[in-house]
């Protein structure tokens, strides 16, 4: 019996969770409030109550789609760790959930416990004792990207910050710097317990591969035919990689689906070119 069969045979426990079907995101998610406000846990989707492996029918989006729905719901916006494993020739759903730096967690406005096996709606005197207990406010952002090694960072998207910033700001690059020194005055990393960790801030924006560890790091763009939106487009594009290669991905795609209009002038012969839409509009 592997490890995830093994799992499953212990049944639901306090920092463990059965969900049948993707269908019940409500659910799923105030579990993971209730993970992210205590102990942490995980949640098997495809697996039913009584531990009968059901499966998951598993699309080109479900991952995303159902970590953006945690992240647009959750306040503060939680990222949980997922990932497709296989149990008795079926696929489920793993779903790992850190217990927050930053509490309480709330889920559409209630904030949820672990006890036992249940998931309760926390009392407003437990609140205040969460969020005094939270302390400073961390920002997702600043907090460590489990995983994540020094490595996995790409010394040239770091260097190319540097000159933009330098060029931007004014702020000149530093010419005698290790990198580890570098990433911490820049906030991509932090030290913990004497060793120097990737901040999730320093994954988005200097990462080999971000979306290895933040599955939802994804730009999405479409074009639509008229004014509403709807399943068909004209064109699509997911933008991958960091932030500043996913913002000149979106760039080249809104120069290639932009239309020019050439109008005739009541002066000349000559003609005025004018974009569909105004470039202002775009960047600002």
């Known amino acids: 019996m592997n490890e995830l069969l093994k ?27 209730a993970f992210s406000n205590a102990n942490s846990g995980s949640i098997l989707i495809g697996v039913s109550n009584d531990g009968k492996v059901i499966g998951v029918d598993i699309g080109r989006n479900t991952l995303e789609e159902l970590a953006n729905y945690i992240k647009r719901n959750t ?5 949980p760790s997922m990932k497709v494993l296989d149990a008795e020739g079926k696929e489920i759903i793993v779903i790992e959930v850190k ?22 709606m926390i009392s407003s005197s437990e609140l205040r004792k969460l969020a005094k207990e939270s302390g400073e406010r961390v920002y997702w952002d600043e907090q460590v990207c489990e995983g994540a090694k020094l490595e996995d960072i790409d010394e040239e998207k770091v260097k190319f910050y540097l000159e933009k910033r330098q060029e931007i700001r004014g702020v000149k690059k530093p010419e005698k710097m290790d990198l580890k020194t570098l990433l911490l005055n820049i906030k991509a990393a932090k030290e913990v317990n004497e060793k120097i960790k990737l901040t999730n801030a320093g994954i988005l924006f200097f990462a080999k591969n971000p979306q290895r560890f933040i599955l939802q790091s994804q730009l999405r ?4 035919a008229g004014h509403e939106l709807t399943r068909d487009f004209l064109d ?5 990689g960091a932030i500043l290669e996913g913002i ?28 569909e839409y105004p470039m202002k509009a775009i960047y600002d």
């Open 248 to 275: 000149e991905q979106a760039e080249d795609f809104i120069r290639k689906n932009i239309r020019l209009f050439g109008f005739r002038t009541g002066f000349s012969f000559g003609r005025i070119d004018k974009l």
């Open 221 to 224: 763009l479409a074009r639509f």
């Open 7 to 33: 799992l499953i045979s212990g049944g639901e426990n306090e920092g463990l969770e059965f969900k049948e079907s993707l269908r019940l995101k409500e659910e799923i998610s105030q579990v993971v409030s």
């Open 99 to 120: 217990e927050s730096t930053e509490k309480p967690v709330f889920f559409k406005n209630h904030a949820y416990k672990r006890v036992g096996k249940t998931n309760q």
């Open 236 to 240: 699509r594009l997911d933008c991958s």
């Open 75 to 79: 306040d503060p916006a939680i990222f």
